[in-house]
């Protein structure tokens, strides 16, 4: 029997916009399931914020310099398995990029 997965809350500033899942104690190597947030390099904020709501015991964190909107694409997901991500996540990355190319 597999182990559950790990379950994410994303954060667009403190504004919720979504969950995704991964597997328990994989992630890029890492096997403590942090939670992690985004540091913009440009002006300082950090604008994100992925946070393990499941198991919530033992919390680790790590910072990720990852551009904001206002100063790159101000993405949260990278290589992550689309479809562990809910639906209101997928929308709020599509309305990034929309916001970065307008014209397109
Ligand atoms: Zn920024």
Redesign the pocket.
Known sequence: MSEPLAIYTCFDGTVPVGEIQHERGVWKGINHLPSWAFF??????I?GRVVRTSPAENQHWLVMQR??????D?QMLVGQDLNRCSQALLQRELLAILERYPNV
């Not at 913009?40 to 904020?45: A, D, F, L, N, S």
């Not at 551009?67 to 790159?72: E, Q």
Request: glycine share 22%; charged share 15%.
């Open positions: 913009c390099p440009r002006c300082g904020e604008w551009p904001c909107v206002a100063h790159g101000g």
